[in-house]
T-cell receptor
Framework: DTGVSQDPRHKITKRGQNVTFRCDPI?????LYWYRQTLGQGPEFLTY????????KSRLLSDRFSAERPKGSFSTLEIQRTEQGDSAMYLC????????FGPGTRLTVL | QKEVEQNSGPLSVPEGAIASLNCTYS??????FFWYRQYSGKSPELIMS????GDKEDGRFTAQLNKASQYVSLLIRDSQPSDSATYLC?????????FGKGTMLLVSP
C-alpha cells in the first residue's frame, strides 16, 4: 500500500510516439510530485502540484513533457514524440510529513 | 544547485555486521534529510528521516546528521541478506527532494 497507484506499470513504445502516464492518490493528498529515474541514478524531480496548481517545473521538463492535475485528484504526465533518452522509471510521489513514492511506470522507448 | 554525493559501492558486508552508508551534500540551506531503500526494479521506500544534528534510531537503523560538516550517514546493525538493496540519500529544501545516485549494499549470508 503505497498511497498512490500508477498506471500503466510498464510501457514499451516506439520512438516518436506519444505516451501518457497516470497517478491516482488512494486518499486525498494536496501535493503530488513527479520524478524520473534512469538506470544507476537517483530520482530526479520533474514537477509538482499543490491541488490542481502546478507550482514548480524542473528544467528537465522539456517542451515535449506536460503534466496536469485537472481536479486536484489524479495527475497525468504526457511525453510527446518520445526519444530513446526518455526510457526511465517515472515515479509519482505524495507528501504527508515527507514524500512517499508510488510503484512507478517503467517506460522503454525502442 | 544542490548536490548530493554517495559512494556508488557496492558495499559488501557479512550477515550480522554493521553496514555504514555515507552521504555528503552541498546546500547549507537544506533542512531535512532522508534515507530511502530501493530494491531492484522497485520504487524507493522511505526508511529514515532526520532533521536535527545528532543521531536518530529506529530499530536496526540509525541515521546521523552533522550539518556543520554537511554529512549524513545511515548505520544498519545486524545486517540481513534482505537488506541488500540500493540506499538513496535525499535532501529537501522547501518542497522538492534532491537525491544522490545511491549506494548498493550487498549482505552475504
Amino acid at each position: 500500500d503505497t498511497g498512490v497507484s500508477q498506471d500503466p506499470r510498464h510501457k514499451i513504445t516506439k520512438r516518436g510516439q506519444n505516451v501518457t502516464f497516470r497517478c491516482d492518490p488512494i486518499s486525498e493528498h494536496n501535493r503530488l510530485y513527479w520524478y524520473r529515474q534512469t538506470l544507476g541514478q537517483g530520482p530526479e524531480f520533474l514537477t509538482y502540484f499543490q491541488n490542481e496548481a502546478q507550482l514548480e517545473k524542473s528544467r528537465l521538463l522539456s517542451d515535449r513533457f506536460s503534466a496536469e492535475r485537472p481536479k486536484g485528484s489524479f495527475s497525468t504526465l504526457e511525453i510527446q514524440r518520445t526519444e530513446q533518452g526518455d526510457s526511465a522509471m517515472y515515479l509519482c510521489a505524495y507528501r504527508v510529513d515527507t514524500q512517499y513514492f508510488g510503484p512507478g511506470t517503467r517506460l522503454t522507448v525502442l | 544547485q544542490k548536490e548530493v554525493e554517495q559512494n556508488s559501492g557496492p558495499l559488501s558486508v557479512p550477515e550480522g555486521a554493521i553496514a555504514s552508508l555515507n552521504c555528503t551534500y552541498s546546500d547549507r540551506v537544506s533542512q531535512s534529510f532522508f534515507w530511502y531503500r530501493q530494491y531492484s526494479g522497485k520504487s524507493p521506500e522511505l526508511i529514515m528521516s532526520i532533521y536535527s544534528n545528532g543521531d536518530k534510531e529506529d530499530g536496526r537503523f540509525t541515521a546521523q546528521l552533522n550539518k556543520a560538516s554537511q554529512y549524513v550517514s545511515l548505520l544498519i546493525r545486524d545486517s540481513q541478506p534482505s537488506d541488500s538493496a540500493t540506499y538513496l540519500c535525499a535532501i529537501s529544501g522547501y518542497s522538492t527532494l534532491t537525491f544522490g545516485k545511491g549506494t548498493m549494499l550487498l549482505v552475504s549470508p
